[in-house]
């Protein structure tokens, strides 16, 4: 059974407050007398379910075309974060028995504002911080997600950010896991190949 964990990109939906915001234009409709339908998409490349390439906070790192299919394809886990904790914290991860290689993708109560389509930017929402960052990388974590736009919280810096990336670890942000139990899975996880883009929207699918 696939699962789609990944957020729709319609006009107006839910982005970062200094991101661009969505616009989908129709602009050839064959209700109109075009010949075809066709649309031009404006949005930031860390719009809705995205990865984080390192370029995004390494000026020299490298790129979303650059990732390891490898990485992207395999096994994961998804840990259900109970209501009550936030952040995600060193102490909260250290009796999971997370392995060498792992991919870990956090559910939490964002999924509900994500399943809800829930427009309204939410300050409050579950986040990563810097210790479990650290920690993540020292047991040798390859890949980490989180169901909402960013991996850290809002206006807290970019500690948590810059520890994953800057030690290879693939970022996925804007996850739909709603109607995901906690459990193991088989990722797949494929960004647009934009050329040395510093991110960009993902397809995201668990097979159970």
Request: aromatic content about 8%; overall charge negative; hydrophobic content about 40%.
């Amino acid at each position: 059974m696939f699962i789609d964990v990944s957020m729709d990109i319609r006009d107006g939906m839910l982005h970062w407050p200094s991101d661009p915001a969505v616009e989908i234009d129709n602009y050839s409709d064959i209700k109109k007398g075009a010949a075809a339908n066709n649309s031009k998409i404006t949005c930031g490349v860390h719009t809705g379910t995205h990865m984080d390439a390192p370029k995004h906070f390494i000026d020299d790192g490298a790129g979303i075309d650059k990732f390891n299919l490898n990485t992207l394809i395999g096994h994961c886990r998804v840990i259900e974060v109970p209501a009550g904790i936030s952040p995600i914290s060193k102490e909260f991860l250290e009796p999971l028995n997370i392995k060498t290689g792992g991919r870990i993708l956090f559910k939490t109560k964002n999924s509900e504002w994500i399943n809800n389509g829930d427009r309204n930017f939410h300050t409050d929402y579950v986040y990563v911080n810097p210790e479990a960052s650290k920690y993540m990388v020292e047991r040798g974590v390859v890949l980490v997600g989180v169901d909402y736009l960013s991996v850290e919280g809002y206006h807290v810096g970019h500690d948590t950010h810059k520890t994953l990336l800057g030690a290879g670890v693939v970022i996925i942000e804007g996850l739909n896991l709603f109607n995901v139990p906690a459990g193991d899975y088989k990722l797949i996880a494929l960004p647009v190949k934009i050329k040395d883009s510093n991110g960009a929207p993902a397809r995201v699918i668990l097979e159970k």
